[in-house]
């Protein structure tokens, strides 16, 4: 089955959503001239498709000890030179 088939093929179900987001995607749908369908339909295939991010990268971080604590890190400290801190 071709991927433009897929895409626009349709299935009728029920969802319980939050009164909230209903309204928002209602006021939504009519301030652009879509319909809710579209919105609805839309806001999943974003969320879905932003959650196939590759986030492997984050489990190859090495943890380095960084040696002794010199002084706390506080925003006063943070825009001292060097010498200052010494």
Do not use: H
């Amino acid at each position: 089955m071709p991927k433009e088939k897929k895409l626009n093929s349709k299935i009728k179900t029920t969802v319980r959503i939050n009164t909230y987001l209903k309204r928002l995607a209602e006021e939504k749908a009519k301030k652009e001239g879509l319909k809710l369908q579209f919105i609805v339909n839309e806001a999943l295939r974003l969320y879905l498709t932003s959650q196939k991010k590759d986030k492997s990268w984050v489990d190859k971080l090495a943890v380095r000890d960084v040696g002794k604590i010199k002084y706390p890190l506080t925003r006063e400290n943070f825009y001292k030179s060097d010498e200052e801190l010494d």
